[in-house]
Nanobody, 123 residues
Framework: QVQLVESGGGLVQAGGSLRLSCAASGRTFSWYSMGWFRQAPGKEREFVAGIGWSDDRTYYADSVKGRFTISRDNAKNTMFLQMNTLQPEDTAVYYC????????????????WGQGTQVTVSS
C-alpha cells in the first residue's frame, strides 16, 4: 500500500495562493489515481480535485474550478495542488488520497489517506 505525506499548507490572506504537495512511497506511484480532499471544522470531508493514473485526466469540484490546478510528477512520486485566488471558505485540512479507481468514481475511494495539512485563509 502506498504511504502519503502532505505538505505546503499555511496561513494566507484572501486572494492569495498556496501550493500543496503530496509525496508518495511504498508502491508504484504511477499506478494510482490521486486526489485531494478537504475537511472544514464541523463539515464532512469533500472531494476537491483528482487526476487519473492512466490518462492524467483531471477532475475538480465546482467550488474550485478555475482556481485550483492538480498535477503529478511520476518521476518524483509527487502530486501537487496549486491553489489560487483563495477564499476564507477554502479553509480546511487538506488530505491527499490514492486509489486504483478513476477519480470519476471518487465516491468509492477508501484510502489510503495522508495525515493532512492545514490551510487557513484570512479575510
Amino acid at each position: 500500500q502506498v504511504q502519503l505525506v502532505e505538505s505546503g499548507g499555511g496561513l494566507v490572506q484572501a486572494g492569495g495562493s498556496l501550493r500543496l504537495s503530496c509525496a508518495a512511497s511504498g508502491r508504484t506511484f504511477s499506478w494510482y489515481s490521486m486526489g485531494w480532499f478537504r475537511q472544514a471544522p464541523g463539515k464532512e470531508r469533500e472531494f476537491v480535485a483528482g487526476i487519473g493514473w492512466s490518462d492524467d485526466r483531471t477532475y475538480y469540484a465546482d467550488s474550485v474550478k478555475g482556481r485550483f490546478t492538480i498535477s503529478r510528477d511520476n518521476a518524483k512520486n509527487t502530486m501537487f495542488l496549486q491553489m489560487n485566488t483563495l477564499q476564507p471558505e477554502d479553509t480546511a485540512v487538506y488530505y491527499c488520497a490514492a486509489s486504483h479507481l478513476s477519480p470519476a468514481y471518487v465516491s468509492s475511494w477508501s484510502g489510503p489517506w495522508g495525515q493532512g495539512t492545514q490551510v487557513t485563509v484570512s479575510s
